[in-house]
């Protein structure tokens, strides 16, 4: 018996095995694919093969499974799968009954997308009335069609927003679903991959009994995240919620691009949220609600209302928080989504004269008790603002800033014609005005401790997207006060300028109050090589090439000071656009001098030019560069010390091109004192024209042409004439000579070459003619001397007459005529005459300007009365120093003369 149960259940077992081979199920593939149709309301098509299998269960696999898109699709299928397997209840078949045991996707491809106008391209036809009930089980042959058991093996979905063009991708994913019957309980889990992201999901409901709440746990896990939902549902027309929703992420970079492809932050910081949400299909509200990352929180409430306009109430605090810490994340650029058409969920689009739609109300408020920021840290922020009737309200925006720098803001946001602006007012007051500046990382270092403590600013504001205004706007701080207005009229296309308008009145400022003590005490050359730092990048233009805007400032400043000095009436007024800086007019009056000035540079071409025009009443370069160390004849160096070896700089003569036109009622630098003084120069490839050097100095008139050419070896030319000039005061000034008086006028002209001042003076090469009158020199007394050579009897006088030339006085001299010759900075042979009330002479010798050191011979002769017997000429000899040389008489050729005149007497008194 037992053997013959095994061979009948081997042969059923063999039929049940052998039987689909002699079956054929191709007539009902048409079936299957209008029953698709039929549900889907889409052209199916079934490409591959159906099979059946009895072993080891019931099951029917279909091949090659494509549904259509919907018209207007973008892509070709809405599913697609390489196989489709449905397994088949065994024992309902037996009554007859086919009972779906489970269905198996194989590689399903699933393209979701919504459309512009807010349907979806999975939107299913509405069912034919009366077909059955919509809780049916059964088809009209009693064949239950309940799917107990799902599963999807390597499936691919993309989302797809037609409005927005956006694109995402769920790939792969493996999902398994059980359920017990269509009213549940259902479980569901499997994994996927979201935006690189693999994600496990797992979800599990009670039974759902009509609008009875049903039981809910679901979690959403990755490798450094995860979402759960602790509550309960209720289904039914409007789905409602209410439990406990928790998110972690260990990195907030990872939850920032599995949120949008087109965030992203590179800060590892973790972050973990909670809140008690509840939903009844009209309001959303997320009570105790707290998002913290490591040591910082913010908590509150959240609330939403979708229907019948959407609102939202926010209640945010957080009682510290680090601005640094915190990652920007960066949305992707994208074209902006199309308003959701009338009729079709939510009109949230704003109107011609509405900045948002009337239909959205918005209120914020946000409280923050001490923010880091920078090294510093702002207290009590808070920010109060709603959004209603298309209308921005920023009641507050409050906080208290370093330096004890109270700020609020307030404004008003609307829409005007299409074009929306934002309308209010600001201000900030402090007592440390250093503190706020060092948290906004502006170095203060080098300014004085005594500077920079109480501060103010008041002023409103209008901002669109057309321009940008600040009216009515006041500042002080430490005892200086500023007032003004801008407006900026922003770029309307690629290619136009940003313009600007800015108008400026400052009272007073005192810039030796910000300056350091260190600069101020600067040496002369430290000073101008600071100077030349500071202008060298300004003729650069680099700068200038690079502006894109077009800014006009116009500024006052009724008093300024610096280096001790006051300047006031202060004025400037200047345009700077793209290669153009046009200064139009610069004023300022010093010591009741008035100086004016207008200046263009101009970098369109490819040598930049510059033109100046500038005239004052009096111009003192020491306001500038500095004033210089006192020094005296005693202790000035002498020899080849005297003159400096530090290269002067002339690269800036090759940074541009220019014109020069400046006029100076009173021109003083160092030493030198210059009235009635116009000069007019212009600059090319390098080479400083001077075509006219004109004016008084030293009690006489010049007039100085010539040139200074840049390069591997600087040159300078000059023609000069010199009239009338006070003899004593220009050899005091320049050489520290103060031996000698008189008024000169020289006609000459020089040229050397080298690149420090010492060079200048080594290379010098000069023709001169000069002309002095009424000189007097210190140091001799010609006269007496001359009285004296005439009285000499004996060698003993003549010795009386040494002892008189080396005992001092001065000589008045009625006339100095004659040439002097420079070459490689050497004087040499000068030839000229003088002529005094007793005696006339040659002066010749050498000064050598480079070492500093003279060896000169005046030879003169006594006049005699007519008829009388000349003297032999009498040699003055000047050697060494130049600042103080000795001094001796030549009396050889008298001492010969006087011997001869003695013994001519002594012979006649023998005979």
Do not use: C
């Given at each position: 018996?037992?053997?013959?149960?095994?061979?009948?259940?081997?042969?059923?077992?063999?039929?049940?095995?052998?039987?689909?081979?002699?079956?054929?199920?191709?007539?009902?593939?048409?079936?299957?694919?209008?029953?698709?149709?039929?549900?889907?309301?889409?052209?199916?098509?079934?490409?591959?093969?159906?099979?059946?299998?009895?072993?080891?269960?019931?099951?029917?696999?279909?091949?090659?499974?494509?549904?259509?898109?919907?018209?207007?699709?973008?892509?070709?299928?809405?599913?697609?799968?390489?196989?489709?397997?449905?397994?088949?209840?065994?024992?309902?078949?037996?009554?007859?009954?086919?009972?779906?045991?489970?269905?198996?996707?194989?590689?399903?491809?699933?393209?979701?997308?919504?459309?512009?106008?807010?349907?979806?391209?999975?939107?299913?036809?509405?069912?034919?009335?009366?077909?059955?009930?919509?809780?049916?089980?059964?088809?009209?042959?009693?064949?239950?069609?309940?799917?107990?058991?799902?599963?999807?093996?390597?499936?691919?979905?993309?989302?797809?927003?037609?409005?927005?063009?956006?694109?995402?991708?769920?790939?792969?994913?493996?999902?398994?679903?059980?359920?017990?019957?269509?009213?549940?309980?259902?479980?569901?889990?499997?994994?996927?991959?979201?935006?690189?992201?693999?994600?496990?999901?797992?979800?599990?409901?009670?039974?759902?009994?009509?609008?009875?709440?049903?039981?809910?746990?679901?979690?959403?896990?990755g490798n450094d995240l995860s979402l759960l939902y602790e509550g309960e549902v209720v289904p039914g027309d409007v789905l409602k919620a209410k439990g406990r929703l928790q998110l972690h992420a260990a990195n907030i970079g990872t939850l920032l691009k599995a949120a949008s492809p087109g965030?992203?932050?590179?800060?590892?910081?973790?972050?973990?949220?909670?809140?008690?949400?509840?939903?009844?299909?009209?309001?959303?509200?997320?009570?105790?609600?707290?998002?913290?990352?490591?040591?910082?929180?913010?908590?509150?409430?959240?609330?939403?209302?979708?229907?019948?306009?959407?609102?939202?109430?926010?209640?945010?605090?957080?009682?510290?928080?680090?601005?640094?810490?915190?990652?920007?994340?960066?949305?992707?650029?994208?074209?902006?989504?199309?308003?959701?058409?009338?009729?079709?969920?939510?009109?949230?689009?704003?109107?011609?004269?509405?900045?948002?739609?009337?239909?959205?109300?918005?209120?914020?408020?946000?409280?923050?008790?001490?923010?880091?920021?920078?090294?510093?840290?702002?207290?009590?922020?808070?920010?109060?603002?709603?959004?209603?009737?298309?209308?921005?309200?920023?009641?507050?925006?409050?906080?208290?800033?370093?330096?004890?720098?109270?700020?609020?803001?307030?404004?008003?946001?609307?829409?005007?014609?299409?074009?929306?602006?934002?309308?209010?007012?600001?201000?900030?007051?402090?007592?440390?005005?250093?503190?706020?500046?060092?948290?906004?990382?502006?170095?203060?270092?080098?300014?004085?401790?005594?500077?920079?403590?109480?501060?103010?600013?008041?002023?409103?504001?209008?901002?669109?997207?057309?321009?940008?205004?600040?009216?009515?706007?006041?500042?002080?701080?430490?005892?200086?006060?500023?007032?003004?207005?801008?407006?900026?009229?922003?770029?309307?296309?690629?290619?136009?300028?940003?313009?600007?308008?800015?108008?400026?009145?400052?009272?007073?400022i005192n810039l030796d109050q910000y300056l350091s003590q260190e600069v101020a005490s600067k040496e002369e050359r430290e000073l101008l090589k600071e100077t030349a730092e500071q202008v060298y990048p300004v003729l650069s233009v680099d700068w200038l090439r690079k502006v894109t805007m077009?800014?006009?400032?116009?500024?006052?400043?009724?008093?300024?000071?610096?280096?001790?000095?006051?300047?006031?009436?202060?004025?400037?007024?200047?345009?700077?656009?793209?290669?153009?800086?046009?200064?139009?007019?610069?004023?300022?009056?010093?010591?009741?001098?008035?100086?004016?000035?207008?200046?263009?540079?101009?970098?369109?071409?490819?040598?930049?030019?510059?033109?100046?025009?500038?005239?004052?009443?009096?111009?003192?370069?020491?306001?500038?560069?500095?004033?210089?160390?006192?020094?005296?004849?005693?202790?000035?160096?002498?020899?080849?010390?005297?003159?400096?070896?530090?290269?002067?700089?002339?690269?800036?003569?090759?940074?541009?091109?220019?014109?020069?036109?400046?006029?100076?009622?009173?021109?003083?630098?160092?030493?030198?004192?210059?009235?009635?003084?116009?000069?007019?120069?212009?600059?090319?490839?390098?080479?400083?024209?001077?075509?006219?050097?004109?004016?008084?100095?030293?009690?006489?008139?010049?007039?100085?042409?010539?040139?200074?050419?840049?390069?591997?070896?600087?040159?300078?030319?000059?023609?000069?004439?010199?009239?009338?000039?006070?003899?004593?005061?220009?050899?005091?000034?320049?050489?520290?000579?103060?031996?000698?008086?008189?008024?000169?006028?020289?006609?000459?002209?020089?040229?050397?070459?080298?690149?420090?001042?010492y060079d200048f003076v080594s290379n010098l090469t000069s023709n001169n003619n000069i002309v002095v009158r009424h000189a007097e020199a210190d140091g001799f007394d010609l006269n007496t001397i001359a009285s004296a050579v005439s009285n000499i009897n004996s060698v003993e006088d003549v010795?009386?007459?040494?002892?008189?030339?080396?005992?001092?006085?001065?000589?008045?001299?009625?006339?100095?005529?004659?040439?002097?010759?420079?070459?490689?900075?050497?004087?040499?042979?000068?030839?000229?005459?003088?002529?005094?009330?007793?005696?006339?002479?040659?002066?010749?010798?050498?000064?050598?300007?480079?070492?500093?050191?003279?060896?000169?011979?005046?030879?003169?002769?006594?006049?005699?009365?007519?008829?009388?017997?000349?003297?032999?000429?009498?040699?003055?000899?000047?050697?060494?120093?130049?600042?103080?040389?000795?001094?001796?008489?030549?009396?050889?050729?008298?001492?010969?003369?006087?011997?001869?005149?003695?013994?001519?007497?002594?012979?006649?008194?023998?005979?």
């Open positions: 018996m037992k053997k013959l149960f095994v061979g009948i259940l081997v042969l059923v077992l063999a039929a049940l095995w052998l039987a689909p081979r002699f079956i054929s199920l191709d007539s009902y593939k048409q079936m299957a694919i209008e029953r698709l149709e039929a549900a889907t309301g889409k052209r199916a098509e079934i490409l591959g093969d159906i099979s059946l299998s009895l072993l080891p269960a019931p099951s029917v696999t279909v091949g090659d499974v494509r549904i259509a898109n919907a018209k207007g699709g973008a892509a070709q299928f809405l599913a697609t799968a390489a196989s489709v397997k449905v397994n088949l209840a065994p024992l309902p078949l037996l009554s007859g009954t086919f009972e779906l045991a489970g269905i198996t996707l194989i590689h399903p491809e699933i393209h979701l997308e919504t459309f512009a106008d807010g349907t979806h391209n999975w939107d299913l036809p509405k069912p034919a009335a009366n077909a059955g009930g919509a809780g049916a089980e059964a088809s009209s042959s009693g064949a239950m069609m309940i799917a107990r058991h799902i599963t999807i093996q390597d499936g691919s979905l993309t989302l797809y927003d037609h409005a927005t063009r956006k694109t995402q991708t769920v790939k792969p994913f493996d999902l398994s679903t059980d359920m017990e019957s269509l009213s549940g309980p259902f479980t569901l889990a499997g994994t996927l991959t979201w935006q690189g992201q693999p994600l496990k999901i797992e979800a599990h409901t009670g039974q759902i009994s009509g609008d009875a709440p049903t039981l809910l746990n679901a979690a959403l896990t965030m992203s932050a590179d800060v590892a910081l973790p972050i973990d949220a909670t809140a008690d949400i509840a939903y009844d299909g009209v309001k959303l509200a997320l009570d105790n609600f707290r998002l913290a990352s490591g040591d910082q929180s913010l908590s509150g409430t959240v609330k939403t209302q979708l229907s019948p306009s959407l609102r939202f109430d926010l209640a945010l605090e957080a009682p510290e928080l680090t601005l640094d810490a915190l990652p920007l994340a960066v949305p992707a650029v994208e074209e902006p989504a199309a308003p959701t058409p009338s009729g079709v969920g939510l009109e949230i689009s704003p109107t011609e004269d509405t900045l948002f739609p009337t239909t959205l109300s918005v209120n914020v408020g946000l409280k923050i008790g001490t923010l880091h920021y920078r090294s510093g840290k702002a207290e009590q922020v808070t920010i109060q603002a709603e959004a209603a009737g298309g209308t921005l309200v920023l009641h507050e925006a409050s906080a208290v800033l370093p330096g004890d720098g109270k700020l609020s803001l307030f404004g008003v946001a609307t829409r005007r014609s299409g074009i929306p602006r934002l309308e209010g007012s600001v201000e900030l007051a402090g007592k440390d005005l250093r503190a706020l500046l060092e948290w906004l990382e502006i170095n203060t270092a080098s300014v004085p401790q005594e500077s920079l403590h109480a501060f103010a600013l008041k002023g409103g504001f209008m901002a669109s997207p057309t321009e940008i205004r600040f009216s009515d706007t006041n500042a002080t701080f430490d005892n200086t006060a500023v007032s003004g207005a801008a407006v900026l009229t922003l770029p309307k296309a690629d290619g136009e300028l940003l313009l600007a308008d800015i108008t400026l009145r400052v009272n007073s077009d800014v006009k400032v116009a500024a006052s400043i009724d008093n300024v000071t610096h280096a001790g000095e006051s300047y006031s009436g202060n004025f400037i007024r200047m345009e700077m656009k793209p290669k153009i800086l046009n200064i139009e007019r610069v004023h300022t009056t010093f010591r009741g001098v008035d100086m004016d000035g207008k200046a263009t540079l101009n970098a369109e071409n490819t040598r930049p030019h510059l033109a100046v025009l500038f005239k004052a009443g009096k111009f003192d370069t020491a306001q500038f560069l500095g004033k210089e160390t006192a020094t005296t004849a005693a202790g000035r160096p002498g020899g080849s010390a005297r003159w400096s070896r530090t290269p002067i700089d002339f690269s800036s003569l090759r940074l541009l091109d220019g014109t020069f036109e400046l006029g100076f009622n009173d021109f003083v630098h160092r030493r030198y004192s210059l009235q009635n003084t116009v000069v007019n120069a212009d600059l090319k490839d390098g080479v400083l024209n001077i075509t006219k050097l004109q004016g008084k100095s030293f009690g006489g008139a010049f007039d100085i042409k010539g040139s200074i050419a840049s390069g591997a070896l600087p040159a300078l030319a000059l023609t000069y004439a010199l009239d009338s000039i006070d003899l004593g005061n220009f050899l005091t000034t320049t050489a520290d000579i103060t031996n000698v008086r008189g008024y000169a006028s020289v006609r000459g002209q020089a040229k050397t070459s080298g690149v420090s001042e010795i009386n007459v040494g002892r008189l030339a080396a005992s001092g006085g001065k000589t008045a001299f009625n006339a100095v005529d004659g040439s002097i010759f420079i070459k490689s900075g050497v004087l040499e042979g000068p030839q000229a005459t003088f002529d005094t009330e007793r005696a006339k002479g040659v002066l010749s010798g050498t000064v050598d300007l480079p070492k500093w050191v003279m060896n000169l011979l005046f030879n003169f002769s006594i006049k005699r009365a007519e008829g009388a017997s000349p003297f032999p000429p009498v040699g003055l000899a000047l050697k060494g120093d130049a600042d103080a040389p000795k001094k001796s008489l030549d009396t050889k050729a008298l001492e010969e003369y006087i011997a001869k005149r003695a013994a001519q007497q002594l012979l006649k008194k023998v005979f």
